[in-house]
């Protein structure tokens, strides 16, 4: 949104409607030309409107992080859903899963022969309902197996009556400066290393499932299959100092109120105090990151502090301070957080607001 | 509580009834011994439950950093509120500061002339129903004047009508090592100092506000007459690494699930992976911490990075790793932020649940 409708309270979410459709559309068309399928993750936004604009431009299905968000997405009509996450299966998970394979097809990571033997055992009758995705370590080292150990899995999953239906990854050290090339031939070998083996254990491998939103457009469809991107929706400041968007894609602000103004003086800096805190904007800080957020309007601001309650901006030398009471749209580091700290958003067009959407998966962490 | 209740499923936000309930008798009767008051910060808890028990222990009010927590806790019963903010007042908060001066004893902040000149315009008649401390700098460079501006702002507080009941300050700067002495220190004299010039003004200064969770301990009585902490309920990994509390003081925990597990190798780190992510736990990290958080039963593990959903965790070299699904329970960094990111908290004694507690200003960010 241009500027901040005069109805909004501060702190507030902003959604640019066009914005917004013009990241969708640009996403869907670049991923359909490269020949590879879109399942973006829904975690980004949690809100099943826009869910259902990413469907309308050809995605494939969502892909979520928890059961939890799975559920609000089939209670929405979502049908195929992949939890792109090595879960953890009890009783009560099990019957979660079952519940939604009445309605949705599908798909969760695996990334051990326990996790996938206790899958099945849970699942019982039902385990063959689930299809699974071994997720391999591309370089993160976060979850995920070496792509060698990743037949062991395959195998382990089968055996427990698991569909076993593709590898996945998540080139999260794509998110540093200089790093998505990296880390997207890192993704490409290690979904074609692991592929291989799954084929030489005697799996078909249909899906080949990678993506995150710095390297989603650097995946190549000679081995990936489908990406996964999610803050491409919105772009934040963690992606547009990564170089990954402009300022003319950001489809998020934060609506904040200049609530202290300080000139500054000896060892004091000169700053000004708007009321969006690390509550509405996340605390997310990269060590490459140049604050704690940026400004929409003053692109050389420095949010260098943030507190529940206030953002400290130290301006630019030779540029004025902003008044008291003006109100000014931070662009959150990581958006992620951001629409997880709100139950709901405001939508709107230039500086008009067209209506608010529920964040229906907020907080849906389990 | 000393194990996690079967029936929870991870992550989840765990209560210890009998430490939380020690915790708030240790500070009320520490800060009655000082010849303080108290007044418990709400915006750590956002519980009804929980200020109900802070106020039973002898607090004298609730503090609240926005007026949506304090609509909140006026619509519980809490009838002394104090708003520590800089509020900006348009038409719609002067209607809500009204409103909330018909049941509850209201006061506010305030560090501009320009900020208690459109307070007091905006509340008309109202003006007189509300009190306002000014906000001083103590050292902490977020909001808050100079302690010799004091004086100006109270003048143009008592000219717009607003009832100038004295001086605030928040000692941010306490959350460092060795830091809670002197800001402290500094906390006294900033206060000291304003209240003297308001005195000088002809103001009465009945209320010299101070003390933050590290450093309420410390405040004195020859200037303050009250602290508002509010950390101290539950203790987290940074008063636990500041040194302000033990491990048998933390009262909140997030319960996790190991569900990725790692005995890494050359440039891999021998780890697990807990679903405990940012999303909640926060993502506060000050330059000083160990990591993103501790493990209570494993005081050498380090969180290492964390993501939405998962926290890695780096294990001691001589101690086995933790099986898969084995359920550990993570001492958040900065507990303030994993409260604003739940809808309801499981509240229980040794390893039995109690009940569930409704986060009710959960979001309430303005």
Known sequence: MTSIPAEIDTPDVLIDRDVLER???RMAAAVRDRGLRLRPHAKT????????????????????????EAEIFAAYGADDLFVAYPLWVGPRQAERLR?????????VGVDSAEAATAMGEQLGDAAGDIAVLVEVDSGHHRSGVHPDAAADVARAAARAGLRVEGVFTFPGHSYAPGMPV????????ALERAAGQLEEAGFEVPRRSGGS????LLTDSTTATEVRPGVYVFGD??????????????????????????????????????????????????????????????????ITALS?????????EDAP?????????????????????????????????????TVAARGRNS
Chains 1, 2 share one sequence.
């Not at 992606?239 to 300080?262: F, N, P, Y």
């Not at 529940?308 to 630019?316: F, K, R």
Request: charged letters at 20%.
């Open 23 to 25: 990241n969708i559309e």
């Open 45 to 68: 936004h949690k809100v099943p409107e826009i869910a259902a604009l990413q469907l309308a431009a050809g995605a494939a299905g969502l892909t979520v992080a928890t059961l939890g």
């Open 99 to 107: 519940r939604l394979s009445a309605t949705a097809r599908i798909s």
């Open 182 to 189: 990296e880390a997207a031939a890192q993704e490409q070998q």
């Open 213 to 216: 939103t710095p390297s989603a």
């Open 237 to 302: 400041a963690q992606q547009l100092e990564l170089g990954r968007c402009a300022l003319e894609d950001i489809a998020l602000t934060v609506a904040s109120t200049v609530v202290s103004r300080h000139e500054g003086g000896t060892g004091v800096p000169r700053r000004v105090v708007l009321d969006a805190g690390s509550k509405v904007l996340g605390s997310d800080r990269a060590a490459w990151a140049t604050g704690h957020g940026r400004l929409m309007d003053h692109p050389d601001a420095r």
């Open 308 to 316: 529940e309650h206030h953002a400290t901006v130290v301006w630019p």
């Open 321 to 357: 301070l902003p008044a008291l009471g003006e109100r000014l749209r931070v662009i959150p580091n990581h958006v992620c957080l951001t629409m997880n700290l709100v139950d709901d958003v405001a939508v709107g067009r230039g500086g008009a607001l067209l209506e608010r959407w």
